[in-house]
Nanobody
């Protein structure tokens, strides 16, 4: 399984950005796709995840600003980020979990929010 992330970049505070991640390989129909982020000097943290059935979970810090969605036909997950803040600056990693113990990570994409 491979995860390829796209769409990071530099944006001003208050702006919007969308990142996407395409999964390929042996993907089971029941899975969870998610986004995590890691800021400099901090631990990696959950941003949001979405199940193959469409159930979503968000970190409190992004609720109301970020929206996660997925395209099951193309095994792609999206993260629409609005009202971005400088504290959202981080490397964003996509994540796939399937079966009981399978877990995969993408290479990360840098999102920088300037004040």
């Amino acid at each position: 399984v491979q995860l390829q992330a796209f769409g990071g970049g530099l944006v001003q505070a208050g702006g919007s950005l969308r990142v996407s991640c395409a999964a390929s390989g042996s993907i089971f129909s029941i899975n969870v796709l998610g986004w995590y982020r890691q800021a400099p000097g901090k631990q990696r943290e959950l941003v949001a995840y979405i199940s193959s059935g469409g159930n979503t979970v968000y970190a409190d810090s992004v609720k109301g600003r970020f929206t996660i969605s997925r395209d099951n036909a193309n095994n792609t997950v999206y993260l629409q980020m609005n009202s971005l803040k400088p504290e959202d600056t981080a490397v964003y990693y996509c994540n796939l979990r399937q079966r009981r113990y399978d877990e995969y990570w993408g290479q990360g994409t840098l999102v920088t929010v300037s004040s």
